[in-house]
């Protein structure tokens, strides 16, 4: 069995491309005489020239109609990752930001704490000013490389106590900041990339249902990074399995993922069918087609866990779920300084520090 991979809506690492809000990555599990029978059917019912493009048949209803015949028939062949781009960055500054500071990840994780404060600075990303499109550009322009002082430049003192607490840990520290997005003081590539997140949350759910299975991935510039690659194979080589959270991950490959060139394999065209459906229909979703696609997704395609990165502003919080994440917020701040004592000094945190709300 072989599982194509394709991706939609990718942007490299900029997060925040207005009209790309939404990344998608589809994994389809496909044998030759199912690639030539989904392929003859879409050349059957739509004009094609040489290379099926998802694009050009999601923006007319023939095309449209294709796409959902595709999907009602093939869904069970499919797996779907997708993400919030903006809720994406506020994770991954959760991850390189505040996650290095901490003894251990494993409380923040089980409780809940890393989504709490995902959810808030996205929250304030989506409703505030032009000063939170400043303040998430200016870490993502840190963290990519493009400036090292963009986000010590801000005057936190003046914002929300979320992210009064958040510029207090990075700007008291910003070593450890650097030290957790680059190796020998270059930015590493991959660090706000969402592809190999998602990739291997496809390989882990055809991990579940299959002994070993080869891969062929779309030819993007991240995957060609021999390191990036070289550790899905690692895990896949060995068919490692490890509990996180509950779940079993891992997945044993046949042979190293095969990178090709999507105008040179049908199997690549079907999967790019699935991702730029989803895709499409998560900025248009309000359509009927848009409706009956993510209907499909939700229901029978997404992964378990998910490994999609979404926001979810109506969970809502209890107040004494809150009041134990102010205190996870307030106990992260004094051992980051209680670490540095020897070299800083320690203080006092301000009255409108976490802890105090």
Not at 230 to 238: E, T, Y
């Amino acid at each position: 069995m072989v599982i194509y991979c394709d991706e939609s809506g990718f942007s490299g690492p900029n997060l925040l491309v207005a009209d790309q809000p939404f990344f998608v990555y589809a994994g389809v599990s496909l044998d030759d005489e199912l690639v030539k029978e989904m392929l003859d059917y879409v050349k059957a019912n739509y004009p094609v020239q040489k290379e099926i493009k998802g694009r050009n048949l999601v923006q007319n209803d023939k095309g449209q109609k294709v796409i959902s015949e595709i999907f009602r028939r093939y869904n069970s062949r499919a797996k779907i990752v997708y993400h919030d781009k903006k809720y994406a960055l506020a994770a991954k500054i959760f991850e390189y930001a505040i996650e290095p500071n901490m003894v251990s990840n494993q409380m923040a994780y089980e409780t809940g704490f890393n989504r709490f404060i995902a959810t808030g600075l996205y929250a304030y990303f989506v409703t505030a000013t032009d000063d939170a499109e400043h303040i998430f550009r200016s870490f993502m322009d840190t963290v990519r490389g493009d400036s090292k002082t963009a986000l010590f430049e801000i005057n936190h003192h003046e914002k929300n106590y979320l992210l009064w607490w958040l510029f207090e840990i990075v700007k008291y520290d910003p070593k450890t900041l650097f030290n957790e997005i680059g190796t020998d003081g270059k930015i590493d590539p991959w660090i706000l990339d969402l592809t190999t997140t998602s990739l291997m949350g496809i390989l882990n759910e055809y991990g579940k249902h299959h002994d070993e299975f080869t891969v062929v991935c779309d030819d993007c510039n991240l995957l060609k990074e021999s390191d990036v690659v070289q550790g899905l194979n690692q895990i896949g080589s060995h068919g490692y399995r490890a509990e996180f959270l509950g779940a079993t991950m891992g997945y044993k490959l046949k042979q190293d993922i095969i990178l090709k060139n999507s105008k040179k394999d049908p199997g690549l065209q079907v999967a790019d069918l699935f991702a730029t459906g989803v895709g499409f229909s998560l900025r248009n979703a309000e359509t009927d087609f848009a409706k009956e696609i993510l209907g499909i997704v939700n229901s029978n395609c997404l992964c378990d866990p998910s490994f999609c990165i979404l926001p979810n502003l109506k969970a809502g919080w209890d107040q004494e779920k809150v009041a134990f994440y102010h205190k996870f917020m307030h106990l992260i701040w004094v051992m980051q300084r209680e670490g540095k004592k020897r070299k800083r000094g320690a203080g006092k945190a301000p009255k409108n520090s976490p802890d105090s709300h």
